[in-house]
């Protein structure tokens, strides 16, 4: 296996890469809307090559966005509505977004998979609620 599913085995066997239909895409827009959470949720994302994370339309900062072997870890805050991503591929070859969501506990209780909308353009309000 190569790219970012050999990269990092720490996250949930659960986890789905999630893209477009299409391997020609090469920047990718992929959304969820969330029941409100009520506690504060931690959120671990890999993309292949560089992501920008939005929570609730608002884009938001993290170390190890820019990199495709890197795991970027935010906190999403309570009452949280929707979480979207921007993937670029831009080195052509493996492309791919993976993430997933833990609680308090370190519990995880989202992971990508097909529930996520990914599209090769973004739709208008993609990353909100």
Not at 35 to 57: K, R
Not at 112 to 125: I, K, V
């Amino acid at each position: 296996s190569s790219g970012i599913n050999a990269e990092y085995g720490g996250m949930s066997p659960n986890r789905k890469i999630i893209w477009t239909s299409s391997s020609s895409d090469m920047t990718v827009y992929c959304r969820k809307s969330f029941a409100s959470a009520s506690e504060l949720l931690t959120l671990e994302v890999m993309c292949d090559d560089v992501t920008t994370i939005f929570i609730d339309g608002e884009e938001q900062s993290a170390a190890g966005t820019g990199a495709w072997n890197q795991l970027a870890t935010l906190s999403v805050p309570v009452n949280v509505g929707a979480i979207g991503f921007k993937c670029t591929n831009s080195g052509g070859g493996p492309y791919g977004i993976m993430a997933q969501l833990k609680d308090s506990s370190g519990e995880v209780f989202e992971v990508t998979d097909a529930s996520w909308q990914c599209s090769n353009a973004p739709a208008e309000d993609w990353a909100t609620a």
